[in-house]
């Protein structure tokens, strides 16, 4: 408990942090609820998303081989150095909360064609495609995985601001209120007996 003089411009305090300690609890407290709802609905997106990049790098590993297989590895060489593809990345931002996470957008600039189609596997366009593929998913799920870390550590700091509020501030904010209303009660009691005698002395007096 605070130590406070029990004055009516200190009750008039105290009840006004306490106002806006309780209406900081509300408000973090909902913010606390939005971040975790955000949290989970990325962590889903992640989990799909690994899932997906492990699946396209493993569909292009598997066309890539099969390419191999056809043409042999010092053709498949020969074409990898012809290869013309330029990449990009563009990162953006977006808020929650106040909580600032990456927008991560991947492109490609692809200056075919770069090899006869005669002469190569078709498997070969195939494997370059998902490549492609898997790296873009690759830069969407780099994106969720700092924004999951992100919102997370915000979420533990909101949590002990929430407890902080909840667990100390209000409650000892409380407490302090009730004994300077207690004391404030106590005081006009004494005062009304004071002027009860007083009144009553007067009374006496005149008679």
């Known amino acids: ?12 305090k105290l009840k006004q942090e306490l106002s806006f300690a309780q209406l900081g609890y509300e408000l973090l407290d909902q913010k606390r609820s939005i971040l975790v709802l955000e949290l989970l609905s990325l962590v889903d997106q992640a989990v ?65 064609p770069y ?33 999951i870390t992100r919102l997370a550590e915000e979420v533990k700091r909101t949590i002990r601001k929430v407890h902080a509020l909840d667990r100390i501030a209000i409650p000892e904010l409380q407490e302090t209120v009730r004994f300077i209303d207690s004391r404030m009660e106590e005081h006009e009691r004494e005062m009304f007996v004071r002027m009860k005698r007083v009144k009553q002395r007067l009374n006496k007096e005149e008679e």
């Open 48 to 112: 799909d998303y690994q899932q997906r990049v492990e699946r396209s790098l493993a569909e292009a590993y598997r066309m890539l081989s099969r390419s191999s297989a056809d043409m042999g590895q010092l053709q498949m060489l020969r074409l990898a150095s012809a290869v013309h593809i330029e990449s990009g990345i563009t990162m953006n931002q977006r808020r929650v909360m106040g909580v600032v996470l990456p927008v991560v957008k991947t492109t490609f600039e692809d200056y075919a």
């Open 1 to 12: 408990m605070k130590q406070v003089a029990p004055t009516k411009s200190q009750q008039m």
């Open 115 to 147: 090899y006869s189609p005669s002469q190569t596997s078709a498997w070969v366009d195939g494997s370059v495609r998902e490549f492609q593929k898997a790296l873009s998913m690759m830069g969407h799920l780099a994106e969720l995985k700092v924004s």
